[in-house]
């Protein structure tokens, strides 16, 4: 493989609590009424004002609600350094498995998220990401996912082709946007969005737990220096 690209909300990071805490209290701020977890966790992944418009049932955004979200949010990050229930921690060996990925000569890791650059940029600094990284996109640099934009910019910035980048993602917009750009879809089991959707939209491999994604890419463990 050339590139690796990872979707953020629901792939590398839990941030289940926080979304859903901040779409119910945007909404109940707006005088509207959320319609479920299920729903808003459905729409994660799409950039901010188009999730928000959708979760709402609107044809276009609502600059009110978008804005109201995104304030709501700022807040609770800021609490969330002193409230645990509203932190968004790595799922499961992410970091044991990103720091081995990284360790294969000539294979490079992106990034491809729905949140803003300032929001993926706070996830990569929080934990540390600033040199595991080799490209980072975001709803700033493409359009929303399912376009394949931030996929594309991807493999332009690190000179990956198609057939040898890989999208791993939770949600259908990761799937959807993978299978547009040519390039390897593989979906996780612990994210959003239900597995057999994933499936039937394309995702080549479905990981039951972070670690098996070398295996699953047919990446052989580095020797011991």
């Known amino acids: ?46 950039t901010l004002d188009i999730a928000m418009a959708r979760l709402a049932g609107l044809d276009e955004p609502d600059d009110l609600l978008t804005e109201t979200y995104r304030e709501v949010f700022g807040t609770m990050r800021q609490r969330a350094l002193s409230d645990p229930s509203l932190d968004e921690p790595l799922f499961p060996g992410v970091a044991e498995t990103l720091a081995a990925l990284k360790r294969h000569s000539g294979l490079k890791l992106g990034i491809a998220t729905g949140k803003s650059r300032k929001g993926a940029e706070f996830i990569v600094e929080r934990h540390g990401w600033q040199d595991l990284f080799d490209t980072v996109q975001s709803a700033d640099d493409a359009p929303s996912k399912p376009h394949p934009g931030m996929i594309m910019r991807a493999m332009a910035e690190t000179g990956a082709s198609a057939e040898r980048t890989a999208m791993v993602g939770d949600s259908s917009f990761d799937i959807e946007m993978a299978v547009a750009a040519g390039v390897v879809p593989v979906a996780v089991s612990w994210g959003f969005q239900p597995v057999p959707n994933l499936v039937a939209l394309g995702a080549r491999h479905v990981l039951g737990e972070f670690a098996e994604l070398p295996g699953a890419l047919g990446l052989v463990q580095p020797a011991a220096a």
Request: glycine share 16%.
């Open 1 to 46: 493989m050339d590139l690796i690209i990872f979707d953020l909300d629901g792939t590398l990071i839990n941030s289940e609590a926080i979304i859903l805490g901040a779409q119910y209290e945007a909404f109940r701020r707006c005088g509207r009424e959320h319609p479920g977890r299920e729903a808003g966790l459905g729409i994660v992944g799409l």
